[in-house]
């Protein structure tokens, strides 16, 4: 297991609504990324913090934003809610911003349904 | 833009046999390369990665890849299946310029049979 926990487990929601779902960044890792996997699809990237600022966005739109905290744990905010948000959402922290070599640590992920 | 093929959806092997699972990748520059698995209702966990090094690299659980870069691949082999590598097995890129984020394959799951 990694060191990277996400909050809560499973979350279900009607469409319109907004969400929070939370990581608990590896001990160490100041960079952590965002990411939705559909059913049956692989992982999407969706945003990375780097040091609490926002340094790269992948193709979703506006309603989906973030924080990055002093400790480096890390919100997902996801608003107006649509049945196509239901998905696995997966936090990954890593110990820096920009080298393609580190190794993400995944966390267990959030499943959301969105009704 | 860089993307990456899995070919195949499902793989299915007996027990003991090779398992092999296949994914390409287009990029005009050499990327950097990752296999994660997942199992159920997990995260993902690093297999292993080729990061311009050697171009074979061994992980864990006896897994190893090789990157051809001729061919644009790095093809997940393990010489005997166990029925513990059951899983869903995603093929990942990365790029040493930007903010290096992966990009995913569509994954394939393993079945294993006895």
């Known amino acids: 297991e990694t060191g990277v926990t996400q909050s809560p487990t499973h979350l279900i929601k009607t469409r319109g609504q907004q969400v929070t779902l939370r990581c608990s960044s590896q001990?160490?890792?100041?960079?952590v990324s965002w990411y939705q996997q559909a059913l049956g699809q692989g992982p999407q990237f969706i945003f990375q913090?780097?040091?609490?600022?926002?340094?790269g966005r992948g193709n979703f739109p506006p309603r989906f934003s973030g924080l990055q905290f002093p400790n480096y744990s890390s919100e997902l905010n996801v608003n107006a809610l649509e049945l196509d948000d239901s998905a696995l959402y997966l936090c990954?922290?890593?110990?820096?911003?920009?080298?393609?070599?580190?190794?993400?640590?995944f966390g267990p992920g959030t499943r959301l349904t969105v009704l | 833009a860089q993307s990456v093929t899995q070919l195949g959806s499902h793989v299915s092997v007996s027990e003991g046999a090779l398992v092999l699972l296949r994914c390409n990748y287009s990029?005009?520059?050499?990327?950097?390369l990752f296999w994660y698995v997942q199992y159920p209702n997990q995260g993902l966990q690093l297999l292993l990665k080729y990061t311009s090094a050697a171009t074979l690299v061994k992980g864990i659980n006896g897994f190893e890849a090789e990157f051809k870069k001729s061919e644009t691949s790095f093809h997940l082999t393990k010489p005997s299946a166990h029925m513990s590598d059951a899983a869903e097995y995603f093929c990942a890129v990365s790029y040493p310029s930007g903010y290096s984020t992966l990009t995913f394959g569509k994954g394939t799951m393993l079945l294993v049979s006895p």
């Open positions: 990029s005009s520059v050499p990327p950097y």
């Open positions: 001990s160490g890792h100041n960079t």
């Open positions: 990954a922290s890593r110990t820096s911003g920009g080298s393609g070599t580190d190794t993400q640590y």
């Open positions: 913090y780097y040091r609490e600022e926002e340094n």
